[in-house]
Nanobody, 121 residues
């Protein structure tokens, strides 16, 4: 069965960095687009970043452009979100998701369980 497992969340001070990883299984990763979403306490889930199946096309929410980088390793079936210059507003549960369509801004099929990111001031 398809499974997505996030890791790398934690507590970090403002200005610091974290690297989130998502390990995928049960799918053909090279044909799968991936995305990162987040949900802060009391707010709706929002889009953060996406990458197409090849790893050559990316898209970011404006608030994270220049600070976050999404990447995809098809050999390891993992997608990574490198987060730099973190702000308290980045505090949320972060989720990875997969899309069998292979492109960005599409319907996502599966979701991970989420990993907590907390940024202190």
């Amino acid at each position: 069965q398809v499974q997505l497992v996030e890791s790398g969340g934690g507590l970090v001070q403002a200005g610091g960095s974290l690297r989130l990883s998502c390990a995928a299984s049960g799918l053909t990763f090279s044909r799968t687009a991936m995305g990162w979403f987040r949900q802060a306490s009391g707010k709706e889930r929002e889009f953060v970043a996406a990458i197409d199946r090849s790893g050559r096309l990316t898209d970011y929410q404006d608030s994270v452009k220049g600070r976050f980088t999404i990447s995809k390793d098809n050999a390891k079936s993992t997608v990574t979100l490198q987060m730099n210059s973190l702000k308290p507003g980045d505090t949320a549960v972060y989720y990875c998701a997969s899309s069998s369509d292979g492109g960005i801004a599409v319907k996502y099929d599966y979701w991970g369980q989420g990993t907590q990111v907390t940024v202190s001031s």
